[in-house]
């Protein structure tokens, strides 16, 4: 596969003379398969450049798939910009997460009503089919692409892209679930640390396994991280302890902070590769750079096209969701309540372990929000009880468990006790939301492909 980098800024496109060598255009990455499929990560301000690259004359394809990771300004400010999509002619494949409420098309068309846009939506004349996809796992031409959702204050989608036995991990806007690296992260030319006491963090692990590259939100570094938690973005430092514990071959820092001019960059990426020892690559993605990525010694997987993971009629069953929220602070039961009430979720709420039990086993809800310090019986004990419980609806119910808890014995006890998720206050309402709807997505695709 053929990358080429045509914006690496993270949310807000920086341009001038701090940050030539990096570039100042928001994120877009190019992908061209041996096959010449075409494929776009992201359609932030960098793709006015891919766009008018693509309709010079004698370019090459001028159609091709468009890999959405989600619907923030800086992922899709460029599409209105993206030249092919005012050529008859050609085809263009959207992919972005679709999850409850507002559809791929409309979110788009968002940004092109008459206030922000002279064009719309409707007067593009290229033919622009939208897939709102979740997770699993689909053909483009002779690429393999796996979605997975990511954590990140609004419904975020990676993509990890597979031919020739190469493999390219883009995981941008995502940030570590657990609040414990920085304890435990290897510096220097050490071995890695275990990377996480976190079962989400593990699969994230996982999912960049083996890559030969992997393009990851690097936006903080860990001193800055501490201001900046649940802001949905992964220090660098934390990027290169994933990418070590994937075992992945080279890393290209990505969505630099916008207050990062080349300088700072430079003694980043200086950081990184120190603390990547001898056995990753580390480098910061830069505007125009290219790169082959070849296969790191895995045999060539053949697949075929297939159906993308859509998220189909998904949608109203997701809406019609009924989730338990359980904590002992009204405060905290109020704020959630005002979180998802909009979304049009069944809310249920109780305000100790033991009520949670009654009202689960009476309601079967398809999600529990759980405080994991109560009076009498705690998360923990609710948790135990749940798993154990001779109703397999309440054994399989997805738990996120929510605490204060900084320790991180906690973490591991919460996913001994049999929960799914933990999220660590203070947290962002955004944050919450998008957890709930990874998770009933999740759950309802597992039900969804049962007999
Ligand atoms: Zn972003
Ligand atoms: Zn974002």
Not at 183 to 191: F, I, N, S
Not at 268 to 283: I, P, Q, S
Not at 320 to 347: H, K, N, Y
Request: with cysteine; charged share 20%.
């Amino acid at each position: 596969m053929r990358i080429r980098f045509w914006g690496t800024r993270g949310s807000l496109a920086k341009p001038g003379p701090a940050t030539v060598r990096y570039g100042g255009n928001t994120s877009c990455v190019e992908v061209r398969g041996a096959d010449s499929t075409l494929i776009v990560l992201d359609c932030g301000t960098g793709a006015h450049d891919l766009g008018q690259s693509l309709q010079a004359p004698g370019g090459h394809s001028r159609s091709g798939h468009l890999l959405i990771t989600h619907t923030h300004w800086d992922h899709i400010q460029g599409f209105p910009f993206f030249a092919p999509l005012f050529a008859s002619g050609n085809v263009w494949d959207v992919y972005a997460p679709e999850g409850v409420g507002q559809r791929l098309e409309a979110t788009l068309a968002g940004q092109m009503e008459y206030s922000y846009f002279p064009v719309t939506l409707g007067q593009l004349v290229a033919t622009i089919r939208y897939h709102g996809l979740v997770e699993g796992v689909f053909g483009l031409g002779q690429v393999r692409v796996t979605t997975r959702y990511l954590n990140h204050p609004g419904l975020t989608l990676g993509y990890r892209l597979e031919a020739g036995g190469a493999t390219v991990v883009y995981a941008t806007d995502h940030e570590p679930h657990s609040r414990h690296h920085g304890e435990t992260g290897g510096t220097g030319g050490r071995a890695a640390q275990p990377v996480s006491v976190h079962a989400e963090d593990q699969r994230h692990v996982e999912f960049l396994a083996g890559a030969d590259l992997v393009i990851h939100d690097a936006q903080y570094t860990l001193a800055e991280y501490p201001a900046k938690m649940s802001w949905g973005h992964t220090p660098a430092e934390l990027a290169v302890d994933f990418a070590r514990a994937a075992g992945a071959r080279r890393l290209a820092l990505f969505h630099h902070d916008p207050l990062r001019d080349d300088d700072a960059m430079d003694r980043l990426v200086e950081t990184c590769r120190r603390r990547g020892g001898g056995t990753l690559d580390v480098f910061g993605a830069a505007e125009g750079m290219v790169m082959d990525v070849g296969p790191g010694g895995a045999a060539p997987r053949v697949t075929g096209p297939s159906e993308a993971p859509a998220a189909g009629g998904r949608g109203a069953a997701e809406a019609a969701a009924t989730i338990l929220l359980v904590d002992d602070d009204r405060d905290i039961v109020d704020l959630l309540v005002s979180t998802l009430q909009p979304e049009g979720f069944a809310l249920l709420t109780a305000c100790d372990g033991e009520e949670a039990l009654r009202i689960a086993r009476a309601q079967r809800p398809d999600l529990i929000l759980l405080d994991l310090n109560m009076p009498r019986l705690d998360g923990l004990g609710v948790c135990r009880a749940l798993r154990g419980d001779p109703d397999p609806r309440l054994r399989e119910v997805p738990v996120v468990l929510i605490t204060a808890s900084t320790d991180s014995s906690a973490t591991v006890a919460g996913f001994a006790a049999g929960a799914t998720d933990f999220v660590t206050k203070p947290f962002k309402p955004t944050h919450i939301r998008s957890r709930v709807h990874t998770w009933l997505l999740r759950t309802l695709r597992e039900s969804a492909g049962s007999p």
